[in-house]
């Protein structure tokens, strides 16, 4: 069984709280800078796969160290969110869920299947 089946996003949260208060981080982590976080990061995972190719792409995630460098560059755009979640009071499974109740009605099947078009080009 995976890490990710058998552990809650409280879990995570509480870790990464417990992490950062215990380096007095809670004074530089206000939302801007989270979020500012969140899109470096994000740059630095896109970085692994600019220009490349499908073929390439499969390729790296085929090589242990390329892969882990990418798992890496996940898991800080995962702190940042979780960190951002964290000090907010924000509940991700609810957004998640309501967000995806959103897009099933964004995107409903019999329009959106196969398909690469936005919401509003159906």
Same mark, same amino acid.
């Given at each position: 069984?995976?890490?990710?089946?058998?552990? =809650?996003? &409280?879990?995570? =949260?509480?870790?990464?709280?417990?992490?950062?208060?215990?380096?007095?981080?809670? %004074?530089?982590? *206000?939302?801007?800078?989270?979020?500012? *976080?969140?899109?470096?990061?994000?740059?630095?995972?896109?970085? &692994?796969?600019?220009?490349?190719?499908? =073929?390439?792409?499969?390729?790296? #995630?085929?090589?242990?160290?390329?892969?882990?460098?990418?798992?890496?560059? +996940?898991?800080?755009?995962?702190? #940042?969110?979780?960190?951002?979640? %964290?000090?907010?009071?924000?509940?991700?499974?609810?957004?998640?869920?309501?967000? +995806?109740? =959103?897009?099933?009605?964004?995107?409903?099947?019999?329009?959106?299947?196969?398909?690469?078009?936005?919401?509003?080009?159906?």
């Amino acid at each position: 069984m995976s890490k990710d089946q058998e552990t =809650k996003i &409280h879990e995570l =949260k509480d870790k990464i709280k417990d992490f950062c208060e215990a380096r007095d981080w809670d %004074q530089f982590h *206000g939302a801007k800078d989270l979020a500012i *976080g969140i899109i470096t990061e994000s740059s630095e995972l896109l970085e &692994h796969f600019r220009f490349k190719s499908e =073929k390439e792409i499969e390729e790296m #995630f085929k090589n242990p160290e390329k892969k882990q460098h990418i798992s890496e560059e +996940m898991a800080d755009v995962l702190y #940042f969110l979780l960190r951002l979640a %964290q000090k907010y009071d924000i509940d991700l499974t609810e957004e998640l869920n309501n967000k +995806m109740e =959103k897009n099933e009605k964004k995107y409903p099947v019999d329009k959106a299947k196969g398909s690469n078009k936005k919401y509003n080009e159906f």
